[in-house]
Structure formats: C-alpha cells, structure tokens
C-alpha cells in the first residue's frame, strides 16, 4: 500500500540516550515534514525538507535533527533525549514544496516516552 | 502572534447535525485546511478553503469567511464513525501551516 511507513511505532526511551524515528514515502512527493502532537497543542512543525539535499527548521527545531539524502527518507534524531520530548510523532509529506501548498500526507505516527 | 481557536469538545447525537467553528488571527491567509483524527491514528484531509463561501463534499461541508477569520465544518447525518478530533489549520503569508489544537467530537447514539 503506498504511503508514509514511520518507525518505531512506539518507544520508551531513557533520557540521554539518542534516537532516530525514521520515515520513508513511496509517493515520490517533493515535500517531507516532522511534527510532534502533545495534548492540548496543535501540530508543531520541527524540521521540514522541500526537496531532497535540503531541510529546514520549522516551529521547534531545537534538539532535534534531520536528513534528507533521496526522495524518499526523512529520519528524525534526537541527539539526547529528555522527558520534554515525550510526545507522538508524526512525518507527513507533500507533491508541492511547502506545507501550505496542498494536502498533506501524514505516516501513522511514532509514540516516544522519554524517562 | 498567530492564533487558531476551536473548542476542544462537542457532544452530538447520531443522525443530527454539527457545526464546528475555526477562528484564525495569522499573519497573511493563503488558505484554510480541515483535517479529521482518529483516536491514535493520522489525520487525514477533508477540505480546502481559500475564497469565501461553502465547499460541500458528501455529509461535510467548509465555509469560509475571510474578512471574520472564520470557518466552519458542518457534518449531517452523524454517524458513530464520525467521533475523532477535527482540525483546523491556516496557510500563512510564507505558506507555513498554523494549527489549531483540534476539537474532539463526540458522537452519542
């Protein structure tokens, strides 16, 4: 089925330790995204690629980093993990270059706990 | 600041008729999404608004008034399928999205 296939779809994890959550799409889009969802917020953007070779920053880029060597992978680390970054995770990707340029297509999500 | 408003919980009857509102302050509008999610899963695109007025497809309908910063989703003849949180989020003046937190709806029969 095409799509967004994220991993792990859930983890716990101990503070300081490094994580990567990774993300591949096979709709050949220009477009990835990494946003994390916690309770009573809206989606926060953390990094973006609009095409693959570059990334961006997005809303709360701080402690995370990304990748974008091909089309179609967007892995997330997270250098050091703390309790702040508990949260689900989601990668989510667009034909177009930028988030406000079309439908977005959101992978089914990542749930990290940091102890 | 940019801001979007929706209420965080509504309660409706199956079969009857919601209307969730969506209140938006940002910087520039190129545009206004409503997604749907499920309980764990992803969100998923209903509708594109950019002009004024109503987009209806099947039981949902989007409106749009940008001189309010207001939108709406009207959903009819609810069914059980139809609880999960609706999001609303806004296409800025540099095309990046602003969400909204989403509002959680719950479907009694």
């Known amino acids: 089925i095409a799509g967004i296939t994220q991993a792990p779809t859930s983890q716990i994890l101990a503070a300081g330790r490094r994580m990567t959550l990774r993300c591949t799409q096979d709709?050949?889009?220009?477009?990835m995204y990494w946003y994390r969802q916690d309770l009573g917020l809206g989606l926060r953007l953390i990094h973006y690629?609009?095409?693959?070779?570059?990334?961006g920053k997005g809303e709360v880029p701080d402690g995370y980093s990304v990748s974008r060597a091909n089309t179609d992978d967007f892995p997330l680390t997270l250098a050091s993990a703390v309790p702040s970054q508990t949260s689900v995770y989601f990668c989510a990707s667009s034909p177009g270059q930028g988030a406000g340029t079309g439908e977005l297509f959101f992978g089914e999500g990542s749930r990290l706990t940091v102890l | 600041g940019q801001n979007i408003d929706q209420p965080t919980e509504m309660t409706a009857t199956e079969g009857a008729i919601v209307q969730i509102n969506c209140t938006y302050q940002?910087?520039?509008?190129?545009?206004l999404f409503w997604y749907q999610q499920h309980a764990g899963e992803a969100p998923t695109f209903l509708s594109y608004n950019v002009l004024d007025g109503l987009e209806e497809k099947g039981r949902f309908s989007s409106f749009l008034s940008r001189s309010k910063g207001y939108s709406y989703l009207l959903l009819k003849e609810l069914q059980m399928k139809d609880s999960a949180s609706y999001l609303c989020a806004v296409v800025d003046s540099n095309y990046q999205l602003i969400w909204g937190a989403g509002t959680k709806l719950i479907i009694k029969p």
């Open positions: 940002t910087s520039g509008f190129n545009g």
């Open positions: 709709m050949r889009h220009n477009a």
């Open positions: 690629s609009n095409t693959a070779g570059t990334t």
